[in-house]
């Protein structure tokens, strides 16, 4: 497979096959050993860096926004060494931008670690398994302190979640089946907020399981609405009158008196703040908080 060929690149390259021979003639000598945490790290670095292509007059760039990395620790201790040493999505990522830089910029990447008691099948090594993914994720949102978030409170008209109020001043709001999203692989997707029961009738089986979602813009001071791919499509009525939500990221904004559609289940939309002069909000419930009716 192709890679850069600059002399740090080059001098990466060089050295790891030095170490890549002195590790096998000490493995004759004295016997295969496991590489110890920073070795993996190294590793993991290394298989990364292969992935970049180039972008044109010498530019590169690393193509994928997902990085899974599953990493073998059979007890406690190791996995706490390996932790260590990563330092968390955060450490690895700022690695990986080191070590890729300055012909490649790194992008937006989600960064998920995973560690494991045992090697599954279908490792592609022996102490790692790495997955890189292009997916289309979340827009940043920027932090927005609680007091500025106004509450906002939704009443479930049809379908069935469990309960029939919700009320948030939170910056997002997961709509969707289920209150927990698990693909394939038994890993955790997403949580929603508003959970949709999987046996509350004919209704609730026309809402996806990541179905839209709910974001407070602090630039704009609304809360707008997304929908997540879903398959029955999310809509809202405002006054008698239905406007779609198209999927992506442009999402409609929300006012209060509206109903939101999600399927075939209804949310009444009410949006209450305090405000002064150009109207923000100077006080609301914690961010995230939900009260039950």
Known sequence: MKTRMGIGGRTRSAEAKVGRVVDNLVGRLVGSSPRQPLEIVHAVLEDIEQH??????GRWI??????TL????ASPESKAQLAAVIGGADGLRARIAERLQPTCTLGPLDIRIRYRTARPAGWTGTEYHLELERVDLAPVVEAVPAQLVPSLELVVSNGGCGRRRFAFAAERIDIGRGAEVIDSRQRLLRRNQVAFTEDGGDANQTVSRRHAHIVYQ?????????????????????????IP????????????????LVGQARLRIRIGSSAKGEGRPTSAPAASRSSRS
Request: hydrophobic share 30%; no cysteine; charged share 25%.
């Open 52 to 57: 970049v292509r180039p972008a044109g007059r």
């Open 245 to 260: 939500v198209p999927s992506g990221a442009r999402g409609v904004g929300l006012q209060s008196g509206d109903e939101l």
């Open 218 to 242: 602090a630039a704009s001071r609304e809360y707008r609405v997304y929908d997540d791919n879903s398959s029955r499509g999310t809509s809202i009525v405002r006054n008698g009158t239905t």
């Open 62 to 67: 690393f193509p994928f926004n997902r990085l």
């Open 70 to 73: 599953e990493l073998l620790a």
